[in-house]
């Protein structure tokens, strides 16, 4: 036979239980509200470089042949390939892993300006790799903090991928 519990232990239990599903609430929306900042700023940082390359309707493309690099810049002369874009001595190339010296490279012209950014897959896979580190942070916060496992290697699998293709592009 189970001895009865007095009533004062009975009530201490409700609240108890009560603060853990509001511990557990908290934990689950704090956390998730990391992540989902996490993936904006992936796709804010992504989206810079990337509206130039994606959406190429209107804009002028062509190619540059890269002939200097300092300072985290190169530059070369570019040549139109699409209708009413115009030849230009120098423009302006950011420097990364991605660009070397003597290559030719196919670009999109930023609108009003002489920068340029590299278009075709290299170029799209290139401008999305912020949301791909995003997307393996995200993975991290899902698993630790949501305790959603599942998500979480689907997120982080999905930043390899990206991450990879764009590795393996450039």
């Given at each position: 036979m189970i001895p009865a519990m007095p009533a004062s232990a009975a009530a201490a239990v409700r609240p108890r239980r009560a603060s853990r599903v509001a511990l557990r609430f908290g934990r689950v929306a704090v956390m998730g509200t990391v992540a989902v900042l996490i993936l904006i700023a992936g796709v804010w940082a992504s989206w810079g470089t990337a509206q130039h390359v994606m959406l190429t309707k209107g804009r002028e493309r062509g190619t540059v042949?890269?002939?200097r690099c300092a300072d985290g810049r190169c530059t070369g002369p570019y040549s139109p390939v699409s209708a009413g874009s115009q030849a230009r001595e120098s423009v302006v190339f950011e420097d990364s892993v991605a660009v070397a010296e003597g290559r030719t490279y196919t670009v999109v012209v930023k609108p009003g300006s002489d920068d340029v950014v590299r278009s075709g897959p290299?170029?799209?896979l290139y401008a999305w790799?912020?949301?791909g580190g995003a997307l393996l942070?995200?993975?991290?916060?899902?698993a630790g903090g949501l305790r959603r496992t599942r998500l979480a290697w689907l997120l982080a699998g999905s930043g390899v991928a990206l991450l990879s293709a764009a590795f393996a592009v450039v």
């Open positions: 042949e890269v002939t290299a170029g799209v790799v912020p949301l942070l995200a993975s991290v916060v899902v």
